[in-house]
């Protein structure tokens, strides 16, 4: 396979959005607020962990280093991370983990949707058995938003609270550059701009009817896309990666 | 050392899911195809789920018997598209299903769109209940004891199940 360094890094970003957003995910394995939503978490960590195990080794197969995916998950720096800030920030309480998951899903099922066409068919491939999980998380995740936000004045209070604390992480999640353009062009990239309208306005009609309240726009400039985190990532990378840097080569 | 097409998937029908003990690679549509050159022997098998833990369970596996068949040289290709499905599930591996207490997936239903996926309200699938065959059924839990897997709860025998679900 031809080396693209643009597809190369397009992938980094779809594998470590999934990575990350997994990981953050299955911290709350054994801590959920009950036994249905502990598996219904720990379920959905690992269908996004699966899938950016896929992103990820396409990803080593096309920069052709012999990089597999393994070595790209557990020896890279944060710097070297393409995921939007969005998804590394701690999981916080469980209002902060589903709204933040709900606002992500969204944008993952249009994404992966439109990726199902992708020209490359390794891609278009495990984009289609990605858009098949996330319906499942998008309803999962729906589902509590109302229940958070029209519930009781604490849990409304909560959502609301995680939803402003969010917000300013969005505008990265559309945010395009050369790599989305090239690939565009190249139909192997989702167009992001056709996706953020569709995004608004199923978030706008379900926190809406969750009683909660859209908060103003801000603009903020989150680059996780080349690599500038913020000090989260580097404390999750430093346990997500210690085994595997302690015991290089390690197999069960 | 020679063997047919059907020989192999013959074969190949001893490695079951580690999962779900009582169905095999084939009959779950799992292997996707097969082919024999010589005394060449690859093997095309698609995941389920993305993080499937018992796929690399099953890759081993395959390779394990086909070579304890007496074949050295055998390849596990993994193939991405089109991604499997449960429709690729054969009638009696869920007729298996069902004996084991697991509503099987009903067929795979045509694409609902986002706003249907984050509607408020929505009628919860009915699935049958593989005890008594009652309609009179509720989802608990849209994840179980394993990622293919839902919670239900048929409300006239009382009973949870697990829904293998449409995917």
Known sequence: MSASPQLFEYLLRLGDDRLVLGHRLSEWCGHGPILEEDIAMANIALDLIGQATLFLRLAGKIEGKGRNEDQLAYFREAIDYRNVQLVELPKGDFAFTMVRQFLFDVYSYHVLEQLQSAKNTELAGIAAKGFKEVRYHVRHSSEWIPRLGDGTDESHQRAQRALDELWRFIPELFRMDDVDQELIKAGNAADLSTIEPKWRSTITEVLTRATLKIPADMPMVASGRVGRHSEFLGHMLSEMQIVARSHPGVEW | ?????????????????????????????????????????????????????????????????????????????????????????????????????????????????????????????NVECPWCGSSDTVQKSAFGSTACKAIHFCNSCRQPFDYFKAF
């Open chain 2, 1 to 125: 050392m020679v063997i047919t097409r059907e020989g192999l998937l013959e074969l190949l029908r001893d490695v079951k899911d580690p999962e779900l003990p009582m169905l095999d690679v084939v009959e779950l549509g799992i292997v996707r195809d097969v082919e024999i050159d010589a005394d060449r022997v690859r093997i095309d098998i698609t995941p389920t789920y993305s993080g499937c833990p018992a796929l690399q369970v099953i890759e081993r596996e395959i390779e394990t018997t086909v070579r304890s068949a007496g074949f050295d040289d055998v390849t596990v290709n993994t193939v991405l598209f089109p991604p499997w499905t449960t429709d690729w599930v054969t009638p009696e591996a869920k007729d298996k299903m069902r004996e084991a207490g697991i509503a099987p997936p009903r067929e795979v239903s045509s694409a609902r769109g986002i706003e249907e996926l984050v509607g408020i309200r929505r009628a919860a699938p």
